[in-house]
């Protein structure tokens, strides 16, 4: 995941602030797992096995998927969902079927974020601090946001440097809103 060769997700920044921006996400396909798992801790290594082992070979075709960045994680008290954004060249049509039948193929709705960087490796602590960070920095500026704050990580857990970590966020967005306070 740390090779300058992993296709990351696009995206579009509408707004930048100095500590945080706001993108827009076209739709994209993803393989999503969903468990009752509530922390980051419990929910990164079952969550990543699952999917690693649907791009690696574990379905229908035995076909390998290359590897993409970020990894979304969307953590709650209710449960969590882990997703694997497919690369470009795939269509949601195309892609061979799970044969974990946890791992479900879905399109993702296109939709703005608010972002916020950090880096290190994640723990639950430094998620409920820059998730809480983002809110702050959000009521500041006047933008709604709704729906769970989610984590995007971009890096192998054997890259120890220059580590990238994202908290996003769903916001209400409005053009007139793209121009900085």
Do not use: C
Request: no cysteine; net charge positive.
């Amino acid at each position: 995941m740390a090779s300058g060769k992993t296709e990351q997700q696009k995206y579009k920044v509408v707004r930048q602030e100095a500590e945080f921006e706001i993108r827009h996400y076209p739709s994209a396909v993803m393989a999503t797992v969903r468990m009752n798992e509530t922390s980051y801790g419990e929910m990164s290594g079952k969550g990543f096995r699952k999917l690693a082992g649907y791009i690696f070979g574990g379905n229908e075709s035995e076909t390998s998927i290359a590897m993409t960045a970020p990894v979304h994680m969307d953590i709650s008290g209710k449960g969590s969902s882990m997703s694997f954004v497919m690369p470009s060249e795939w269509e949601y049509e195309k892609l061979p079927k799970p044969k974990d039948s946890s791992v479900i193929l879905e399109n993702s709705g296109e939709e703005y974020v608010a972002a916020i960087r950090f880096g290190g490796y994640a723990s639950d602590a430094s998620i409920r601090k820059y998730s809480d960070k983002l809110k702050q920095l959000l009521e500041q500026h006047g933008i709604g946001w709704y729906g769970n704050f989610r984590f995007l990580g971009y890096n192998s857990p054997f890259q120890p440097l220059f580590r990238r970590n994202e908290i996003i966020v769903s916001v209400r967005w409005d053009k007139k809103l793209q121009q900085t306070d």
